[in-house]
């Protein structure tokens, strides 16, 4: 069964730095998004995407996020330098159009 | 924020059904009910969704009310894999998770 892959699955990094989560969707899924679920808390929407470009994007989702698909099959969420609140599970997920979401596994970010 | 409301905890016995219930008041004539679960950190898993009929699948079975106002999710035999954390969402595209119910399945 197809399902959404991240990588990596662990990463520690220190304050200021930036990091990169990468993402493979499903193959013919062309909804992307991207959440974060801080550590005993629910899991927090941050960003839509489709057809290059952001559609939906919440409060959490600054600056300092940028989210990109570099090629036609990964989908990327960077942060450009990396804050202790930034530690959290980041969960990618996908859809195709009228079908429900599905998720990845998840990539815990620590920030030092 | 999230558009529903679930309690915060239950517990079922293992072989038992699960009736997890969601109320969704504020529902809106094309928003789906869709339910999630979390096994610890790890991702959201799909089970279900519907629109105003019941839906069953191999996971589970879900129950509408006729006015969409509320919705039960069912686990007809739960075993003890099935302990996680539900959720209940309301939406057409992005979904707003809320806290959930922490089910916990007990031998």
């Known amino acids: 069964e197809p399902e959404v892959t991240q990588t990596p699955s662990h990463q520690v990094t220190q304050m200021g730095q930036e990091v990169i989560l990468r993402c493979v969707p499903i193959?013919?899924?062309?909804?992307f998004y991207w959440y974060r679920q801080i550590l005993g808390q629910k899991v927090e929407f941050l960003v839509s995407f489709y057809n290059n470009e952001i559609s939906e994007k919440s409060e959490i989702f600054d600056d300092q996020f940028s989210v990109e698909r570099p090629d036609g099959s990964n989908f990327t969420l960077k942060i450009r330098s990396t804050k202790l609140e930034d530690s959290a599970m980041y969960f990618c997920a996908s859809r195709s159009p009228q079908e429900t979401q599905y998720f990845g596994p998840g990539t815990r970010l620590l920030v030092l | 924020d999230a558009k529903t409301t679930q309690p915060p905890s239950m517990d079922c016995a293992e072989g038992r059904a699960a009736n997890l219930p969601c109320n969704h008041s504020?529902?809106?004539?094309?928003?789906?009910v869709y339910w999630y679960r979390q096994i610890h950190s790890q991702g959201p898993q799909y089970i279900i969704h519907g629109l105003k009929n019941n839906e069953t699948n191999e996971m589970a079975s879900l129950i509408i009310t006729e006015d969409r106002k509320s919705s039960t999710l069912i686990l007809p035999h739960a075993t003890l894999r099935d302990t996680a954390v539900y959720y209940c969402?309301?939406?057409?595209?992005?979904?707003?998770f809320g806290a959930g119910t922490r089910l916990t399945v007990k031998p």
């Open positions: 969402i309301v939406n057409n595209n992005d979904m707003r």
């Open positions: 193959s013919n899924h062309l909804y």
């Open positions: 504020t529902i809106s004539g094309n928003e789906y």
